[in-house]
């Protein structure tokens, strides 16, 4: 059975930083693109990143590139996001997601979420 | 970027009746290299990550009853329940993954009259 689970998540000032994770179990970590999309209160879906499968891919949303960064470690089979210059916009359960194979395809795969609340 | 328009933004619909949500994208989304729409849908129930339901725009997910279908290609999309029970009360969303970013509609609540 495919487990996403997500950490690292809380309540962090503007301008913070935060390095949420996402567990992954079930399936061959390795052989699938991840992603993670977020949702603010009460608000809809927002796709924040994806990373290929070797991690040698990454795409962003215009208003995290230069901010965030998506990391993967097959060691580990855990994928990483790195939030650094937090804003309050940026408040929002933080879904990890897995793609259905290689290719950034459809999400087949999410875990629970972790909240993240920016706020001072 | 792709903008994915869904209406209506709200449904009521009774219990055994169809349920119809609409998809439009801004830009073509069929691969025309395989002839696949790239086009997924997602179920959300309250307090719920979401859940793939439909992908290349007509395939269900395994395991998905079969009263949820989707159809369309190129820029409109439809997405059908024939027979609507009482767990599908949700928020719909649809997704193209033709290109960077990954858009998402902008859901589509659905209850129950």
């Known amino acids: 059975e495919v487990q996403l689970v997500e950490s690292g998540g809380g309540l962090v000032q503007p301008g913070g930083s935060l390095r949420l994770s996402c567990a992954a179990s079930g399936f061959t970590f390795s052989n699938h693109a991840m992603s993670w999309v977020r949702q603010a209160p009460g608000k809809g879906l927002q796709w924040v990143s994806t990373i290929s499968g070797g991690g040698g891919g990454a795409y962003y949303a215009d208003s995290v590139k230069g901010r965030f960064t998506i990391s993967r470690d097959s060691s580990k089979n855990t994928l990483y996001l790195q939030m650094n210059s937090l804003r309050v916009e940026d408040t929002a359960v933080y879904y990890c997601?897995?793609?259905?194979?290689?290719?950034?395809?459809?999400?087949?795969?999410w875990g629970k979420g972790t909240t993240v609340t920016v706020s001072s | 970027d792709i903008v994915m328009t869904q209406s209506p933004d709200s449904l009521t619909v009774s219990l055994g009746e169809r349920a119809t949500i609409n998809c439009k994208s801004s830009q073509n989304v069929l691969y025309s290299s395989s002839n696949k729409n790239s086009l997924a849908w997602y179920q959300q129930k309250p307090g719920q990550p979401p859940k793939l339901l439909i992908y290349?725009?007509?395939t269900r997910e395994s395991g998905v009853p079969d009263r949820f279908s989707g159809s369309g290609s190129g820029t409109d999309f439809t997405l059908t329940i024939s027979s609507l029970q009482a767990e599908d009360v949700a928020v719909y969303y649809c997704q193209q993954y033709y290109n960077v970013p990954y858009t998402f509609g902008q859901g589509t609540k659905l209850e129950i009259k």
């Open positions: 997601a897995k793609y259905s194979g290689y290719d950034f395809y459809y999400m087949d795969g």
């Open positions: 290349w725009a007509s």
